[in-house]
């Protein structure tokens, strides 16, 4: 769990499932994985990669607020919860699917 799994808009390695995830093309900051959903506990605000936990945050819950999905993450390393704006092309359905 000491990889560098997500970086700011960078391609990555899902750990979840390994997929490869691309970096973003509209610049947005993927953090989780399109397919799996699933992300990492790198960050204390959104971005700041300044987390030490670095543990692996399953996708909870999916909430539309304001016409914007809403990726609810928590953490099965220290149990925090995390929100996330989904991206475009983030497979919604599979949380629906697989969870
Ligand atoms: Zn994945
Ligand atoms: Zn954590």
Do not use: A, Q
């Amino acid at each position: 769990m000491s990889e560098k799994f997500i970086k700011i808009n960078e391609s990555f390695k899902c750990l979840y499932c390994g997929l490869f995830n691309e970096k973003d093309k509209h610049g947005s900051c993927r953090n989780h994985c399109y397919y799996c959903l699933y992300s990492l506990h790198v960050d204390i605000y959104p971005g700041d990669r300044k987390e030490s936990c670095n543990g692996l945050m399953k996708p909870i819950d999916i909430k539309t607020i304001g016409g914007k999905n809403i990726i609810y993450h928590k953490c099965l390393n220290c149990n925090k919860i995390n929100k996330n704006k989904s991206l475009p092309d983030d497979n919604l359905i599979n949380f629906y699917e697989l969870y």
